[in-house]
């Protein structure tokens, strides 16, 4: 079991991580993977902290087809445009050549589109507030695992409102959910902004998005929310009677996050020991290690673990004990590490005659993250104390290294200095065109990752064309 | 807002429920489905039943590619003959013609059993005990909502044991997951069984089956559970080194439940005023419907129905206020029956008077089962004692629907007399061959259901053969 260390390959390091954490493999369809169980597990906690806050905000699950008609994805311009290169498609189907070829679901916009458009007469049939969760298929070519596969798991939010403005808010309300779940439950400080017309959603006014910085210092897209307009109402004829009896159009609005949340986790916390995982998403967040060298021992010891096992499950801890008897405690140290697991205890013959434990954090490696003689009476308490404490110092290292390494530069030549030598996030007044920002990208694989909503700076001058402007953007290499 | 009789036309019937209940629609998407908001939340709480037992059962839960390479199939000879016909296959990708072609997944025992190949290497890799949540394709001809549709969500466990005997018992065990789920959660009273070859799983040894008695007295197979033996470990070379250090192959095992069980819950407890849900799987337990007639009233009767609903949600009850101003009170009634819900409270001026509610049951039509003046104090008790009431009762009722409509008979005359007049399950003994099995499905157009394992009758006389044995089997007319 090893892993390279992050700054001599990063890249390896994350295929290494994956694979020694067992969250997933690479499988014998190009460009899918399986997720393995311990890296279901995560996703299934993302997908529980989402799913608890799209309910709250008034949003029910519901499934479409996973097969859309090519017709569907032609209605829209912009969105056949972007999405017909990516396309997987159905031309048999019971043995029997199709007159309509299928395409597998690369996003669900104009299915339900279609389907919204017979659901909605009234303005008292709205908002509509669906989302689902699926898998999507998009043909990539450059792959890996959880950033970019062909198949990945999502959730996709379809919603259609009355007004501009309430899709407009809806949109903005959904960003701040993501932004609460990356930031709470994922301790990523992530950065809300709008995407640049060139990085947009295809068939959007609008998208929003929250990146998020890797240990590396890249940025990466964690999730996207998009202002649809009218776009795709009036390709799918979604209107209804107003108030007054009028005939309009319904604003929609879309909004995903993917199995990528997961990738985003290992890159944001991980270090060179392996995963560290937040605790609100670890799917074992305490690993109790016995330790016992003769036979005599070995009965009190598990007995101990037994009792600790039995506080912690009943204060709702997740908790797993490490009884293998064909390993060492000290390999057993290093496989939790590995896998990210946030709270250690150990228990020896010492600590059975204290009735004690010893508690080792993962986010402080080594003897400083121990702590002694922790009584058992009350360790439950203690733990989940120590849980929220490792959540909340994942967060504050995550945002101390972003900001590390976010760089305010004056000059074009300052930023592909910055960029060469540093890296990370460039932040800059921005007053560019669509043909400045293409030629960036060119010439620094720097993309234009973000117009930040939130703006303290004020005004000042673009970087790059000196005029004055109070637009900031955020500007980084990528995933 | 309307349904035909069952009585009348049951087909039908069915669909009236599944428009009326909001359940689920047709898509443009021949033989597909979409499920909406409330058919989806009680296939969540089926699935969260189900996953439940599997996880105390000891499996995990991963994620398996959903295109699978032509090739794949074809190594298992009856497996590909089963699904051949019933192929969506993927032959275009990025704008580009598919070397090979991908299948879409009808299900996964081939690339669960390539993956496994590569992960069992010694007895200690085993048991592997994995389950996945999933959808698949079969191009199916005749397509009815839930029932038979050409993409269903389910789930599929594939476990690989060291010996046959391990495999055998994972097999029956998770059929009794299934069956206790089936009783104890749907209060529908499976029979557990075993197919007859002709009707077992496409490479299979044995396929065990819990089957359910719909309201007309047809069958309905609501769960599946294969023994695999070597065939697929076979197939794909899973193979391992055992305690002797010799190399053996796997035994194997697989088992289902999809989205048809939504439609056995539709079935199973049905009337002529709609769904009848069990509270278990209901989306909405107990609904709240405030009734005034003077404005004044209003206000009070509003904040009584809070005050229930405060108590409620406290004791873990799934409540919904109806308090929509365009409709009456007699029209809720109506459409919370439809939708199955198992409990309505009615809060009228009178009830905030005494500080009481009146309860309403689904179960019991009319003034029979209704209790009037329930305090609310210890409101939560008495709601759920009801709800638990109502479980235990839609299970009897189903249970005894199936024993009145359960035959035994003696010869085939009497068979076909009894299929014709009263239909229902028909029991007997059974020494006939596999070509007496298809004659009888040709003339009769009822199947082989299964062998049920509960056997208390003993040997008897074969209604057909006239053979002397101790096999029982169950025919009847099937979805």
Redesign the interface.
Known sequence: MSIVARAEDYSRWYLDVIREADLA?N???RG??????YG??L??NVKAGLDRRFKETGH??????????MS?LQKEADHVKGF????????????EQLDE??V?RPTSET?FG??YSRWVQSYRDLPLL?NQW??V?R?E?RTRPFLRTM?F?WQEGHTAHATAQEAIEETLRMLDVYADFAINDAAIPVIKGVKSDREKFAGAVNSYTIEAMMGNGWALQSGTSHYLGDNFARAFDIKFLDQNNEMQYCHTTSWGVSTRMVGAVIMAHGDDQGLRLPPVLAPIQVVVVPIWRKDHERGQVLAHCDAVLAQLKEAGVRVKLDAREDQTPGFKFNDWEMRGVPVRVEVGPRDVQSNAVVLARRDQPGRDGKQFGVPLEGLAVRVRALLKEIQDNLLAQATASREEQTTRVASYDEFKEVLDSKGGFIRVHWAGSDADEARIQEETRATLRCLPLDVPEGEGVCFLTGKVTDRVAIFARAY
């Open positions: 493999e499988s014998p369809v899918s993977m399986v997720i393995k169980p279901f597990e996703w299934e029910q699950n519901a499934y479409f087809p996973l097969f859309i008609p569907f017909a290169p990516e396309l997987a498609v159905v031309t048999i189907g019971g043995g070829p299928l597998v299915i279609y389907m669906i699926a898998n298929v043909w070519m198949e798991l």
